[in-house]
């Protein structure tokens, strides 16, 4: 007889977690996922004519701060730069790679540091120092004229992609 | 139906119906606890008085606070601190609990670790406790979240982001979790969903798992018995038999109530002078002065560190490389749930008395002590330095302590 009860708590519990349980928790799965409304993607256009050298821009796109740096001519040149109106710019997400602190720019030192761990980074976003494990990440990007247009990939972003960079 | 009697007093008519007289007894009047103990046995009623102030003072936070991006900072600092009666009192009560119940928690820890009771059937109090000490983690977080200032924010950034998990280049990035930072959050950063959850786990979920563990922790206790200063083995049916029979000085046990509770309330008044001289005296010390600044996702404060209960943990994971360093956190997180099994020794007894693990518990309580000021020292120099070697430290004591304990059994 306890073979029968088993078989039934069995078929029970299991058609219970199947058709109950699963659902249930990819329903909640759902419920905590990012709204629409949120992944939407904003786009936010930057002119960048009128930015000035080796001076730190802060813009801000989904809710994170964006650097663009416009590199003077004794900057070193890197393939991660972005070229608009034949200046070179630098611009990432400014979050350090290691937890997502915002680092700070210093104009005379041409370097990022994050307060939080000590984290650095050299002009063109590189990790040169700390706990960061990768370079500031380069945001999907579109160059149209002087312009930049985050959160579209345009086909410089998309080369930047093919060969590892952003 | 059962047959029932008209009953004589109020007492006798609960009792046909609830056997309150037994439930009394069993729970109280002969709960035997043992008579040599001393004031670190009462952490644990200090301890649960504690969370009942947490709950009491919350509940009167909960009818003002908005769980709201834009009103969450304000609802705090100007409604409930100036313009709801006694508002500050309910706020400083919450703050200053918050912090002091970890330092009661730590107590209670290490006291349960010197003399041995985690072992040897005490298992699942231990493992018990430790959950309640995760959860605790998870409600103290989740609360400071809530008044949305620049620390709440920045803290939320930094410990989402530990899930997302190791480099992609680890192990083919199987242990990389791409989406999971953002499905925590509801947001590609703290935002509005971000609160509301966290709000909901913290006044909510939480809370109602903290309490089904306390169930579990002091059902946990009643079979293997509460230790003692020796870690003394008695028969307690003997003790209790001598007890009852009026050789109260022979036995090795007392009642809960009313004698071992006497003594607990008095400790507990202690602690509440303490308890209470800080939130009306010295309240500032739970509140960080950075989180009166209302929260800014474009402008991370110059220095961002955990309160002080969590800066052991987090000096584990600072001074490391990213991924040995969540290794190195993961291993902290559970190195303390692993203690009875890592402990191989047979013995129950103070630390003190057990050879090499006397210069073990010491050595782990002063390792845990630089790493809780190396915690709050900004990340430079040498203090990079000393905080890499506690951490390294702690990672052996735990790794080393089967071969700690081991020679124990032989004497």
Same mark, same amino acid.
């Given at each position: 007889?306890?073979?029968?009860?088993?078989?039934?708590?069995?078929?029970?519990?299991g058609?219970?977690?199947?058709?109950?349980?699963?659902?249930?928790?990819?329903?909640?799965?759902?419920?905590w996922?990012?709204?629409?409304?949120?992944k939407?993607?904003?786009?936010?256009?930057?002119?960048l004519?009128?930015i000035?050298?080796?001076?730190?821009?802060?813009?801000?796109?989904?809710?994170?701060?964006?650097?663009?740096?416009?590199?003077?001519?004794?900057?070193?040149q890197?393939?991660?730069?972005?070229?608009?109106?034949?200046a070179?710019?630098?611009?990432?997400?400014?979050?350090?790679?290691?937890?997502?602190?915002?680092?700070?720019?210093?104009?005379?030192?041409?370097?990022?540091?994050?307060?939080?761990?000590?984290?650095?980074?050299?002009?063109?976003?590189?990790?040169?120092?700390?706990?960061?494990?990768?370079?500031l990440?380069?945001?999907?990007?579109?160059?149209?004229?002087?312009?930049?247009?985050?959160?579209?990939?345009?086909?410089?972003?998309?080369?930047?992609?093919?060969?590892?960079?952003? | 139906?059962?047959h029932?009697e008209?009953?004589?007093?109020?007492?006798?008519?609960?009792?046909?119906?609830?056997?309150?007289t037994?439930?009394?007894?069993?729970?109280?009047?002969?709960?035997?606890?043992?008579?040599?103990?001393?004031?670190?046995?009462?952490m644990?009623?200090?301890?649960?008085?504690?969370?009942?102030?947490?709950?009491?003072?919350?509940?009167?936070?909960?009818?003002?606070?908005?769980?709201?991006?834009?009103?969450?900072?304000?609802?705090?600092?100007?409604?409930?601190?100036?313009?709801?009666?006694?508002?500050?009192?309910?706020?400083?009560?919450h703050?200053?609990?918050?912090?002091?119940?970890?330092?009661?928690?730590?107590?209670?820890?290490?006291?349960?670790?010197?003399?041995?009771?985690?072992?040897?059937?005490?298992?699942?109090?231990?493992?018990?406790?430790?959950?309640?000490f995760?959860?605790?983690s998870?409600?103290a977080?989740?609360?400071?979240?809530?008044?949305?200032?620049?620390?709440?924010?920045?803290?939320?950034?930094?410990?989402?982001?530990?899930?997302?998990?190791?480099?992609?280049?680890i192990?083919g990035?199987?242990m990389?979790?791409?989406?999971?930072?953002?499905?925590?959050?509801?947001?590609?950063v703290p935002?509005?969903a971000?609160l509301?959850r966290f709000?909901m786990?913290?006044?909510?979920?939480?809370?109602?798992?903290?309490?089904?563990?306390?169930?579990?922790?002091?059902?946990?206790?009643?079979?293997?018995h509460?230790?003692?200063?020796?870690?003394?083995?008695?028969?307690?049916?003997?003790?209790?038999?001598?007890?009852?029979?009026?050789?109260?000085?022979e036995?090795?046990?007392?009642?809960?109530q009313?004698?071992?509770?006497?003594k607990d309330?008095?400790?507990?008044?202690?602690?509440?002078?303490?308890?209470f001289?800080?939130?009306?005296?010295?309240?500032?010390?739970?509140?960080?002065?950075?989180?009166?600044?209302?929260?800014?996702?474009?402008k991370?404060p110059?220095?961002?560190?955990?309160?002080?209960?969590?800066?052991?943990s987090?000096?584990?994971?600072?001074?490391?490389?990213?991924?040995? @360093? /969540?290794? %190195?956190?993961?291993?902290?997180?559970?190195? *303390?749930?692993? #203690? +009875?099994?890592l402990? $191989?020794?047979?013995t129950?007894?103070?630390?003190?008395?057990?050879?090499?693990?006397?210069?073990?518990?010491?050595?782990?309580?002063?390792?845990?002590?630089?790493?809780t000021?190396?915690?709050?020292?900004?990340?430079?120099?040498?203090?990079?330095?000393? @905080? /890499?070697? %506690?951490?390294?430290?702690?990672i052996?004591? *735990?790794?080393? #302590? +089967?071969?700690?304990? $081991?020679?124990?059994n032989?004497?």
């Amino acid at each position: 007889m306890s073979n029968r009860r088993d078989f039934m708590g069995i078929a029970l519990g299991g058609f219970t977690a199947l058709a109950g349980g699963l659902p249930a928790l990819y329903a909640m799965k759902r419920s905590w996922d990012p709204l629409p409304s949120v992944k939407a993607a904003g786009f936010t256009e930057v002119d960048l004519s009128t930015i000035p050298e080796n001076e730190l821009i802060t813009e801000k796109w989904r809710g994170k701060p964006i650097f663009i740096l416009k590199k003077s001519a004794d900057m070193p040149q890197d393939p991660r730069d972005v070229v608009a109106g034949g200046a070179r710019y630098h611009v990432s997400i400014g979050l350090c790679t290691h937890l997502g602190c915002i680092p700070a720019y210093f104009p005379g030192e041409k370097k990022f540091k994050c307060a939080c761990h000590g984290g650095e980074f050299d002009a063109s976003g590189k990790n040169t120092f700390g706990p960061p494990p990768k370079p500031l990440v380069i945001p999907p990007f579109k160059v149209d004229g002087n312009k930049i247009v985050l959160g579209e990939a345009g086909p410089e972003y998309l080369e930047m992609q093919k060969s590892g960079i952003a | 139906m059962a047959h029932f009697e008209k009953a004589s007093s109020i007492t006798e008519w609960l009792d046909q119906r609830l056997a309150i007289t037994t439930v009394k007894k069993v729970m109280a009047l002969e709960y035997w606890i043992p008579k040599n103990i001393n004031f670190l046995w009462a952490m644990g009623m200090v301890l649960a008085f504690t969370f009942a102030l947490l709950t009491i003072s919350g509940i009167f936070l909960l009818m003002y606070y908005q769980p709201n991006v834009d009103t969450a900072f304000d609802s705090v600092n100007y409604t409930i601190m100036s313009e709801v009666g006694f508002g500050w009192l309910w706020r400083h009560i919450h703050g200053v609990a918050a912090s002091v119940v970890f330092l009661i928690i730590y107590i209670h820890m290490f006291t349960g670790i010197y003399y041995g009771s985690y072992k040897k059937g005490r298992e699942m109090i231990w493992l018990s406790g430790m959950l309640l000490f995760v959860v605790f983690s998870a409600e103290a977080f989740s609360g400071y979240m809530l008044p949305w200032g620049q620390m709440s924010y920045w803290a939320g950034m930094v410990i989402t982001n530990l899930f997302e998990g190791f480099s992609p280049d680890i192990a083919g990035g199987i242990m990389n979790a791409p989406g999971l930072v953002e499905w925590i959050r509801g947001d590609y950063v703290p935002g509005q969903a971000f609160l509301s959850r966290f709000f909901m786990l913290h006044v909510l979920l939480l809370p109602l798992v903290i309490i089904g563990l306390i169930g579990l922790h002091f059902a946990a206790l009643r079979i293997p018995h509460v230790n003692n200063q020796d870690g003394e083995e008695f028969d307690y049916h003997e003790a209790a038999k001598l007890y009852k029979e009026g050789k109260t000085k022979e036995s090795k046990v007392i009642p809960f109530q009313p004698v071992f509770l006497s003594k607990d309330v008095f400790v507990l008044g202690v602690y509440l002078i303490f308890f209470f001289y800080l939130v009306f005296y010295h309240f500032n010390f739970a509140m960080d002065p950075v989180n009166f600044d209302p929260a800014d996702g474009l402008k991370t404060p110059a220095h961002i560190y955990p309160e002080w209960y969590f800066l052991w943990s987090y000096e584990i994971l600072r001074p490391f490389p990213k991924d040995p @360093g /969540l290794i %190195a956190f993961g291993f902290a997180q559970v190195a *303390f749930f692993l #203690l +009875p099994f890592l402990d $191989k020794s047979d013995t129950v007894a103070p630390a003190n008395r057990r050879g090499l693990f006397k210069y073990w518990f010491w050595i782990m309580i002063v390792d845990m002590i630089v790493l809780t000021v190396m915690g709050k020292l900004p990340p430079q120099g040498i203090w990079n330095h000393i @905080g /890499l070697v %506690a951490a390294v430290v702690f990672i052996a004591l *735990f790794v080393s #302590l +089967p071969w700690v304990t $081991k020679n124990e059994n032989r004497a």
